[in-house]
């Protein structure tokens, strides 16, 4: 065996923050011991790469046992004995032979991507974030967070449709300041809830955002907006919505207040924009509603993100780009299954003039590969909840640290 080669791959089954199972891989090499844990979404695209459960009673179906035993049975043989590079993610995708990786699961080819950016970092003696710099070919930056302050849709118990609501410190320079600004909006938003609607509405949903049992889709960003205004930071916040409008697109309308044809909806959004300072808005329309998206993408004055229209996958992303569906992309590298495959998926967006935001999902862990991922691709924007739960403060905490590296 070669010096410095890999040695062991193992996985096994762990806990996501809903409580579920995902996949942990621990790779070792060089005599040290490498891990990355994958994540999940609730609220997930039709054209997402395979989640592989095994159904049955066990976790009630979600287990990932299966996942499991193809790292350890199949991928494990493919990387022991070479050298970490993440051109390895090609022999994964070879071995699985499907478009969606239906066969070993992304969840299984994801764990190990991830564990061998690690190794690959550390054989070279540096930061995960410069060394998914030197695979994105871009500098280091730090992103702005887009923070989840109220949840409705499918990651909260509540009547909103639309399924996040966040805020964005857009005016703020050092990356420090935008998570005091977050960090501030977020309990003074907690302390308006509480007094207007009683302790229970300051329970959260998945991400950390307040879930307050109210059904105004306009409600929230009128709390938010009162949050920001008394604390004096109207100059430097902005708002973003993230709709998941799939989940309320049914019979060919969009239900939200009161059915909605794409174009009316597209109206709407631009109303809305009237009354709040939106920094973007994500998936306001289906997965396959290309029009709509290209109808407001060209009268927005705000980022129109693809998340579930395109999957962080390079073939949708190009779709988008012949119709001008969006111009940000969203980038969850659980989509898409390798870290080789979102790179070239940020790539491709950027080649046609997008922007990007590298986003957490719904089911996290205590990983933030995520934090370096957002910082070495240089994207614009990162999701990562509210500042609240471990999952979501284990990656604001790690941007923390790179913004005392990068001093910015």
């Given at each position: 065996?070669?010096?410095?080669?890999?040695?062991?791959?193992?996985a096994?089954?762990?806990?996501?923050s809903?409580?579920?199972p995902t996949?942990?891989?621990?790779?070792?090499?060089?005599?040290?011991?490498?891990?990355?844990?994958?994540?999940?979404?609730?609220?997930?695209?039709?054209?997402?790469?395979?989640?592989?459960?095994?159904?049955?009673?066990?976790?009630?179906g979600?287990?990932?046992?299966?996942?499991?035993?193809?790292?350890?049975?199949?991928?494990?043989?493919?990387?022991?004995?070479?050298?970490?590079s993440?051109?390895l993610?090609?022999?994964?995708?070879?071995?699985?032979g499907?478009e969606?990786?239906?066969?070993?699961?992304?969840?299984?080819?994801?764990?190990?991507?991830?564990?061998?950016?690690?190794?690959?970092?550390?054989?070279?003696?540096?930061?995960?974030y410069?060394?998914?710099?030197?695979?994105?070919n871009?500098?280091?930056?730090m992103?702005?967070?887009?923070?989840?302050?109220?949840?409705?849709?499918?990651?909260?118990g509540?009547?909103?449709?639309?399924?996040?609501?966040?805020?964005?410190p857009?005016?703020?320079s050092?990356?420090s300041?935008?998570?005091?600004?977050?960090?501030?909006?977020?309990?003074?938003?907690?302390?308006?809830?509480?007094?207007?609607?009683?302790?229970?509405?300051?329970?959260?949903?998945?991400?950390?955002?307040?879930?307050?049992?109210?059904?105004?889709?306009?409600?929230?960003?009128?709390?938010?907006?009162?949050?920001?205004?008394?604390?004096?930071?109207?100059?430097?916040?902005?708002?973003?919505?993230?709709?998941?409008?799939s989940?309320?697109?049914?019979?060919?309308?969009?239900a939200?207040?009161?059915?909605?044809?794409?174009?009316?909806?597209v109206?709407?959004?631009?109303?809305?924009?009237?009354?709040?300072?939106?920094?973007?808005?994500?998936?306001?329309?289906?997965?396959?509603?290309?029009?709509?998206?290209?109808?407001?993408?060209?009268?927005a004055?705000?980022?129109?993100?693809?998340?579930?229209?395109?999957?962080?996958?390079?073939?949708?992303i190009?779709?988008?780009?012949?119709?001008?569906?969006?111009?940000?992309?969203?980038?969850?590298?659980?989509?898409?299954?390798?870290?080789t495959?979102?790179?070239?998926?940020v790539?491709?967006?950027r080649?046609?003039?997008?922007?990007?935001?590298?986003?957490?999902?719904?089911?996290?862990?205590?990983?933030?590969?995520?934090?370096?991922?957002?910082?070495g691709?240089?994207?614009?924007?990162?999701k990562?909840?509210?500042?609240c739960?471990?999952?979501r403060?284990?990656?604001?905490?790690?941007?923390?640290?790179?913004?005392?590296?990068?001093?910015?």
């Amino acid at each position: 065996m070669e010096k410095n080669a890999i040695t062991q791959v193992t996985a096994r089954e762990v806990l996501d923050s809903r409580g579920n199972p995902t996949v942990e891989c621990e790779l070792h090499c060089d005599g040290k011991a490498f891990f990355a844990i994958v994540p999940s979404g609730a609220s997930t695209g039709t054209h997402e790469a395979l989640e592989l459960r095994d159904g049955g009673k066990r976790y009630h179906g979600k287990g990932v046992l299966k996942a499991v035993g193809n790292v350890n049975a199949t991928i494990a043989p493919l990387l022991v004995g070479k050298q970490p590079s993440q051109s390895l993610d090609a022999a994964m995708i070879a071995a699985d032979g499907t478009e969606n990786k239906t066969k070993l699961g992304a969840n299984a080819i994801l764990s190990a991507s991830m564990a061998i950016s690690r190794a690959c970092a550390d054989s070279k003696g540096e930061p995960l974030y410069k060394f998914v710099s030197s695979l994105s070919n871009r500098k280091p930056a730090m992103p702005c967070p887009a923070s989840n302050v109220i949840n409705g849709g499918a990651h909260a118990g509540n009547a909103l449709r639309i399924q996040e609501y966040m805020i964005l410190p857009q005016g703020v320079s050092q990356f420090s300041e935008k998570v005091r600004f977050v960090s501030e909006t977020y309990h003074q938003l907690k302390k308006i809830l509480k007094e207007k609607y009683g302790p229970a509405a300051t329970n959260v949903g998945d991400e950390g955002g307040f879930a307050p049992q109210i059904s105004d889709n306009r409600e929230p960003l009128e709390l938010i907006t009162r949050a920001i205004e008394e604390l004096g930071y109207a100059k430097e916040m902005r708002l973003g919505i993230d709709a998941a409008a799939s989940n309320f697109y049914e019979n060919g309308k969009y239900a939200l207040d009161k059915p909605y044809s794409g174009s009316e909806l597209v109206d709407y959004y631009l109303d809305l924009a009237k009354t709040y300072e939106f920094a973007l808005m994500e998936d306001p329309f289906a997965e396959d509603d290309f029009d709509s998206f290209a109808e407001l993408t060209k009268k927005a004055k705000f980022a129109v993100v693809g998340d579930d229209l395109v999957v962080t996958n390079p073939k949708r992303i190009r779709m988008a780009i012949e119709r001008k569906a969006c111009n940000c992309l969203l980038v969850k590298v659980n989509q898409i299954g390798t870290v080789t495959e979102a790179i070239d998926a940020v790539k491709t967006a950027r080649a046609a003039g997008w922007t990007t935001m590298v986003s957490h999902r719904s089911g996290e862990t205590e990983d933030a590969f995520l934090a370096d991922f957002a910082v070495g691709v240089g994207s614009e924007y990162i999701k990562l909840g509210a500042p609240c739960r471990g999952e979501r403060t284990a990656k604001y905490n790690q941007l923390l640290r790179i913004s005392e590296e990068l001093k910015s």
